[in-house]
């Protein structure tokens, strides 16, 4: 779909939606009914005049922190429509980390959602114009206010409902969005010290959502679901503008996204369209469809012959529409890649799917695969409008650091001018810190992060996060972590007791019958993994890491903590 608009800001996005899809559901809760798009309109000018009242202008940053719900958006949208900066706070960051985001970033005010309050503990009371509760929108106002301004205010928007009063007489008057205007700082979840807070223009943003719909097959028919953090960008810009810029409906779970209570938010609402990251699909795979096909000696003996494996997984894919509400039309997969038998099951099943690949300082979408053309491996081709390329390829295998350059690309980090230059080359290219090539049809492939290149023994790159996707094809592995120790390749590895206590019975030996049943297994499996690897980068050792490795908010494995001699 293309959508065209007299400027790229969040504003005027808004204003064609509310234009063009008025009477249509927009946003809700799971379960709740949704509000039409004009009575989402409705709710963003009352929050933007409340905000107004409360002394916030063009260029204050207000801070969100919650969890997924109807009033995070509509927080997010009056903040940015009105020229001021959203300041999206993951709930997963620590104490200490939140109230350095928000002295970092000088916001002025915030929402919250109760729970999260504790983190505020410690901060300046006067640091803050007001904290708004997330659920209900009550304010707590910590600063003074000219007498009657907040009251008179907000008679303004509950006066504009009456159709006789004339907008010039009801409406405030913000100041104009400019494009170029910062739209959200999105501090990045990162592994050591403080995170960088990335600067977004309402450029970068909408000429991400605008691009990124012409390679997204959706409609003002679709429903998503939202299972993916707001404050994250890859849910903001995706699951959250790309739907409202063609008039679809979002619904939002309450709580954590179980497993349990993912399959009943699907069967009320019967999305149409799920953006999610690999590591959903991935266990239900390895959790739901695999088991049963192990399970039985006589359908495990023929999944390797493909035509059986093909019957087999287009059997298991509609068993898994139809648990989802058996309305889906598509996946859309970000955040990391697909482990290609998750991708060989969808595939064969005859599920639509699609992966991306994007990064917070891109707005964040990058590629997309082309959906019914997708290739297996592969994030996709670049979005229209933008440069990609490859940065001092290898020679001979055309491997090099992924550049981007474009209206996408991000101001810069905030307050931290030698972070920024360190990320940009001299020409203005954006390094992305991923090594990758693209093939003939112009499709990107992404072999590992820079940082985790290890040399083998000859000077070979070995990419630690390839190998990881192939142990993690294996039935008895969770999570996995490559690293070199002592010149050779070690693995520490979360099994999935599940699996090896279903398969081998260990509930039944004593403990040092189960520690060398394992131990065998894990054996077993190395010689297996090993022989899908060249010589160079095969695997010496699988240590068993005894509890799940710690990730960061946005559940990247925090890697350092597990490498280093010693862990």
């Not at 293309?2 to 009477?23: A, H, N, P």
């Not at 929050?47 to 969100?64: C, F």
């Not at 090896?500 to 260990?506: A, I, Q």
């Amino acid at each position: 779909m293309i959508v065209e608009l007299e400027q790229l800001t969040v504003k005027c996005l808004l204003e064609r939606t509310f234009d063009q899809y008025g009477s249509l559901p927009s946003i809700a809760s799971v379960g709740e009914q949704p509000i039409v798009y004009l009575q989402l309109k409705q709710q963003i000018q009352e929050a933007a005049g409340s905000l107004a009242a409360r002394g916030i202008q063009k260029g204050d940053r207000v801070a969100i922190m919650g969890e997924n719900c109807p009033n995070w958006v509509i927080a997010y949208l009056a903040v940015t429509s009105m020229g001021a900066v959203a300041v999206p706070i993951l709930t997963g960051f620590p104490e200490t980390d939140t109230r350095h985001i928000l002295r970092n970033s000088e916001s002025q005010g915030i929402f919250i959602e109760a729970r999260q309050r504790p983190k505020l503990e410690g901060l300046d009371d006067e640091a803050l114009k007001f904290v708004c509760d997330l659920e209900n929108f009550t304010y707590e106002d910590r600063q003074k206010h000219r007498p009657g301004l907040i009251e008179k205010t907000l008679s303004l928007f509950k006066r504009s409902r009456q159709r006789s009063v004339p907008d010039g007489d009801t409406q405030l008057r913000f100041p104009e969005v400019e494009p170029d205007d910062l739209a959200v700082i999105i501090y990045t979840s990162g592994t050591t010290g403080h995170s960088k807070g990335v600067m977004l223009s309402h450029r970068n943003i909408v000429f991400d959502v605008v691009n990124g719909i012409e390679r997204f097959p959706i409609n003002s028919n679709d429903r998503f679901l939202s299972i993916l953090p707001l404050a994250h960008t890859f849910e903001a810009t995706g699951g959250m503008l790309c739907p409202i810029a063609i008039g679809a409906s979002i619904y939002y779970m309450s709580g954590l996204p179980t497993p349990q209570k993912l399959l009943a938010a699907m069967e009320t609402v019967k999305p149409t369209a799920v953006l999610t990251v690999p590591l959903v699909i991935d266990k239900i795979f390895r959790k739901k469809i695999l088991p049963q096909i192990q399970g039985k000696r006589v359908i495990n003996k023929l999944y390797p012959l493909v035509f059986f494996r093909r019957k087999l997984h287009q059997v298991a894919g509609r068993k898994l529409v139809k648990s989802f509400g058996d309305k889906l039309r598509f996946f859309m997969f970000g955040g990391a890649s697909l482990n290609e038998d998750v991708e060989v099951f969808l595939r064969d099943a005859g599920i639509s799917y699609s992966t991306g690949y994007g990064m917070t300082e891109t707005a964040p979408i990058m590629t997309i695969n082309p959906f019914g053309r997708v290739k297996v491996g592969s994030c996709g081709k670049p979005i229209p409008g933008i440069e990609m390329k490859i940065h001092e390829p290898d020679p001979a295998s055309g491997v090099g650091e992924i550049v981007v350059k474009g209206p996408i690309v991000m101001g810069g980090y905030y307050k931290n001018p030698d972070a920024s230059a360190e990320i940009f080359l001299p020409d203005g290219w954006l390094r992305t810190g991923d090594l990758g090539y693209f093939d003939e049809e112009g499709y990107l492939f992404i072999k590992g992060r820079s940082k985790n290149v290890i040399i083998g023994p000859s000077g070979e790159n070995i990419y630690p996060e390839a190998i990881e996707q192939k142990i993690l094809q294996e039935p008895y592995f969770q999570e996995a972590v490559v690293f070199e120790e002592g010149g050779k390749l070690q693995v520490k590895a979360y099994l999935d007791y599940d699996v090896l206590d279903r398969e081998f019975e260990r509930s039944k030996l004593d403990a040092s019958e189960a520690t060398r049943l394992t131990a065998e297994t894990l054996e077993q499996a190395r010689q297996r993994i090993n022989a899908q690897l060249p010589a160079f980068s095969q695997i010496a050792k699988i240590i068993e890491h005894p509890e799940p490795f710690e990730k960061t908010p946005t559940n990247k494995v925090k890697r350092y903590l597990y490498i280093t001699p010693g862990n």
